[in-house]
């Protein structure tokens, strides 16, 4: 790890609980009108679209991409977290001249882009089961689709394999880590991001906030239902030394839900969070509970509703672990 160190948390007492109003927009009502894998093809439960894309950090072409690399707009809000985050850092681990690196769930390819502007001798490969990538890309990067719980079919050995909030689509992380192993050259690095559920408080205030509290829950609860334990992240080192790799290392963080937090990292932080949250509750949601969980679609945008306010409404001091 290079010399980082994540910024502390804590509440800013003098903050004004400042309730902004809810988005009109946010709410989808017709399953239908987001797309999906496909339940039989694929471990992801979340949305294939342009809306999820937008979300996460929309394709840019080349030109575009050359003047904005360091700016993007708002609403890519997941790319932009984890820049602000990372402070701005690609990547903690102590590579040196990678020749060949791969980022798995790459989605849209932000972090592909990035970090093959910034190692211009590396080629950089992007896999996911969705083919969502920008049209225009840099002579050493590359985009393949592919699931990276089956075999994985590279020409060669990785110096470094990265992955970024991909939890939500993994079963097994042994198996994941066994393909990593397998794809590695000797001495190269793999490295993984991810934040888990549910959301926390460490004081009661998400009493001020039950919709929100029952939704993430509610979703943990789901997302075991279908195989994912979130929390199965904080396995991972161990299983990595299981698996014989060594120089492990952990980092955890919070990311704040709204801007409750002391600094303006963390104040930004947890204005982007407050809106990558309500900008993905469709998305995280619909299909899990209604398919997976019973609910009737009614109720679901009925209770996106409420949690939506309640997140807006800024009375829980919440943060996501990461
Ligand atoms: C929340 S997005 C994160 C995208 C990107 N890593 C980022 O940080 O912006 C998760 C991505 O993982 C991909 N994914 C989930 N399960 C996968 C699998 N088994 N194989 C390949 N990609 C997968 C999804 O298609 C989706 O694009």
Do not use: M
């Given at each position: 790890m290079p010399n980082f160190q994540f910024d502390p948390i804590e509440i800013d007492e003098a903050q004004a609980r400042t309730a902004i109003a809810g988005s009109e927009t946010a709410v989808v009502t017709e399953l239908q009108q987001r797309s999906y894998h496909?339940?039989?093809?694929?471990?992801?439960?979340?949305?294939?679209?342009?809306?999820e894309v937008k979300r996460l950090g929309k394709?840019?072409?080349?030109?575009?991409?050359?003047?904005?690399?360091?700016?993007?707009?708002?609403?890519?809000?997941?790319?932009?977290?984890?820049?602000?985050?990372l402070k701005a850092h690609s990547h903690l681990a102590r590579i040196t001249a990678p020749k060949h690196a791969l980022d798995i769930g790459c989605g849209p390819g932000m972090w592909v882009l990035d970090f093959a502007h910034q190692y211009p001798d590396c080629q950089v490969t992007g896999m996911d089961l969705s083919n969502v990538w920008p049209s225009e890309i840099p002579a050493n990067a590359d985009f393949r689709t592919g699931d990276f719980m089956a075999e994985w079919k590279y020409p060669q050995r990785f110096d470094f394999i990265h992955s970024r909030a991909v939890g939500t689509g993994i079963k097994s992380w042994p198996q994941l880590l066994e393909r990593c192993f397998e794809n590695l050259k000797p001495?190269?690095?793999?490295e993984f991001h991810e934040f888990y559920f549910p959301a926390r408080v460490?004081?009661?205030s998400m009493k001020e906030c039950p919709a929100f509290e029952k939704w993430t829950q509610t979703w943990t609860n789901g997302m075991n239902k279908i195989g994912r334990n979130i929390k199965g992240v904080l396995d991972v080192p161990n299983a990595l030394r299981d698996r014989g790799f060594v120089n492990v290392h952990h980092e955890s963080t919070k990311w704040p839900i709204g801007p409750w937090a002391i600094g303006d990292r963390q104040k930004q932080l947890g204005e982007m969070m407050e809106g990558n949250l309500c900008n993905a509750l469709d998305a995280a949601t619909t299909r899990l509970f209604v398919q997976v969980l019973g609910w009737r679609e009614n109720d679901v945008q009925?209770?996106?509703?409420?949690?939506?306010a309640d997140i807006r409404s800024r009375k829980a001091h919440a943060y996501i672990p990461m």
């Open positions: 496909k339940f039989e093809d694929s471990t992801y439960p979340l949305p294939n679209d342009s809306t394709s840019r072409s080349l030109v575009e991409f050359a003047i904005l690399v360091s700016t993007y707009a708002l609403e890519e809000y997941q790319h932009r977290l984890w820049q602000l985050c001495a190269g690095w793999v460490d004081d009661d009925h209770h996106l509703r409420e949690v939506e």
